[in-house]
């Protein structure tokens, strides 16, 4: 149920209901949070004051790292994923009455979750964003996703291609909904993703727990939530929850927003001890090319989402042979537009949790801010836990983070992999920096080029590094192309980004305001 109400106190009751399947949605975003190094109950701090604090010093990295690239660019954060309007301004660029806004059904964002076990039992984070979704016609939305397709017109698409931009387009244009109560119904979950497994990756499903929820918050001015609440351990027909520290295995709950259906997931129970992979999205699992302005555009608005080579039969590898691996996807794209991301999750790589950017942080500093945080969380949250990370070099905020994480929270970091993009794509003109690599073990970290690298490791023991593959690191700025400097590079590409930019923001100062 969702309703404008007073808080009210935390519930938790036993129920047997038949619930329908729960389908794919995504994303909410993030306003007050709580980063936690033992999470137990629920808890409420202001979240955007732990951002804020991540940001200090990030102006001068940038600065030293890309001297006059655009900061959007070199830290593969492409500017089309910035400054999406919200609340009011969505109401103003469609022309929606408040009488009109107030006729729409209340539907809801829910992103899969995770859960800890603590002294009390396992504790789940809630996740997500409460919405209204204009009606908007198909020529609006034509203008509108013109926005985005920057040097394109949607009409000169295949037909398939202009249903998904306006697709991409409508979650943009929706209205985030203050105030809310939000409660949930979680029940045992069969399956999830897509790994040529039956049940979709190695999680199983628990024998009970099937109870009802509700948030002990209402809802951010931005319509989100984002709590830990403890679930009870309620029988059912199979037993019970298996408890966190007495299993090995991941459990399966799915998670129902009680009075839509648009805001289902499937989140994970994952115990104290065990193996994560936290894998960023974009030019690692599918081919993105943010490096390259116009492909990037069309690929993540308009084209269907496709796999890098054969990145799935690795992750599915993985998963089959490693049953009790949690995976868990952290993508910085901005939550408004993750609904094509989850669904190119659970049809491609095994079921996992999930990670977007925060709603209401759109520029850079905090884009790059909101990664480190949220690896810090959940770094945290499972202080017992060894951690693979899965990226690629065309992310500065990767670059740092990674190599940092290894330095700060020793013993956790099993592996780093990193796609070397500039390598693999000749279209890559971006440097990234190898210094922070200096001093790691280099069993403990792979630059490479193709899946098949990744392949035959013994990653479960530490074995991280293919022999075979060269690694060429320079613990410095790499991957400037051949025969220019850092500044030249820098210009070159900056002329073609500013055109970009000139024409996106022509649009967007019409179509926004």
């Known amino acids: 149920m969702i309703s404008s109400i007073t808080p009210v106190l935390l ?75 919200t609340g009011s301004a969505v109401q103003k660029s469609i022309g929606l009455s408040d009488d009109d806004l107030d006729a729409l059904p209340t539907q809801v964002l829910n992103i899969p979750g995770y859960a800890n076990w603590t002294e009390q039992g396992w504790n789940l984070r809630y996740r997500g964003n409460v919405y209204k979704q204009p009606n908007i016609s198909e020529s609006q939305l034509n203008d509108l996703a013109n926005v985005f397709l920057v040097g394109t017109d949607i009409e000169s698409l295949p037909a398939s291609q202009q249903v998904q931009a306006r697709n991409m387009t ?13 409660t949930f119904h979680i029940e045992p979950a069969d399956t999830q993703g897509t790994d040529r497994e039956s049940g979709g990756s190695g999680a199983i ?42 299993t090995n295995s991941l459990q399966r709950v799915n998670v129902y ?10 989140s994970y129970l994952v115990p104290e001890l065990g193996l994560t992979i936290i894998s960023d999205i974009d030019d690692i699992l599918r081919i993105t090319k943010i490096y390259q302005p116009a492909e990037g555009l069309l690929n993540s608005f308009a084209r269907p989402f496709t796999p890098w080579m054969n990145m799935p039969a690795i992750y599915a590898n993985w998963s089959k042979n490693i049953p009790e691996m949690h995976f868990h996807y952290l993508t910085t794209t901005p939550e408004q537009v993750t609904r094509n991301y989850m669904d190119f999750i659970y049809k491609t790589y095994p079921g996992g949790s999930f990670d977007t950017r925060p709603l209401n942080f759109s520029d850079v500093s905090a884009t790059l801010s909101i990664r480190r945080f949220l690896l810090d969380r959940i770094f ?50 971006f440097p990234y920096k190898t210094d922070g690599f200096k001093g790691l073990n280099q069993n403990k970290y792979m630059f490479f080029t193709v899946p098949d690298d990744l392949a035959n490791l013994d990653i479960v023991n530490g074995q991280c590094y293919n022999v075979s593959v060269p690694q060429n690191v320079t613990f410095s700025t790499q991957g400037l192309p051949f025969g220019l400097s850092k500044e030249s590079a820098a210009s070159s590409v900056q002329i073609g980004w500013n055109v970009l930019v000139l024409g996106m923001l022509a649009w967007g100062a019409t179509a926004w305001l």
Not at 69 to 83: C, K
Request: glycine share 10%; proline share 10%.
């Open 11 to 85: 519930t938790v009751l036993p129920v047997a209901l038949a619930v329908p399947h729960p389908m794919i949605t995504p994303a909410p975003s993030l306003s007050d949070r709580s980063p936690p190094t033992r999470v137990v109950g629920h808890q409420r701090r202001d979240f955007f004051d732990d951002i804020v604090s991540g940001i200090e010093g990030g102006a001068s990295y940038v600065e030293s790292l890309v001297g006059s690239f655009p900061s959007y660019v070199a830290e593969g954060v492409p500017n089309f994923f910035q400054d999406f309007p």
């Open 170 to 182: 409508a979650s943009i244009f929706v209205v985030q909904q203050e105030d809310q109560n939000v």
């Open 205 to 246: 499903t628990p024998g009970g727990g099937s109870q009802n929820t509700t948030l002990p918050y209402l809802t951010t001015d931005q319509g989100d939530y984002d709590w830990f609440v403890p679930l009870q351990n309620v029988s059912g027909p199979g037993g019970y929850l298996l408890p966190g520290n007495g």
């Open 257 to 266: 927003a009680n009075g839509t259906d648009s805001g289902n997931a499937t």
């Open 380 to 429: 945290q949250t499972y202080p017992h836990r060894k951690f693979i990370l899965m990226a690629d070099t065309s992310n500065s905020d990767v670059m740092k983070a990674y190599p940092a994480l290894a330095h700060d929270y020793p013993g956790q970091v099993q592996c780093i992999f990193l796609r070397n993009t500039s390598a693999t794509d000749p279209e890559d003109k």
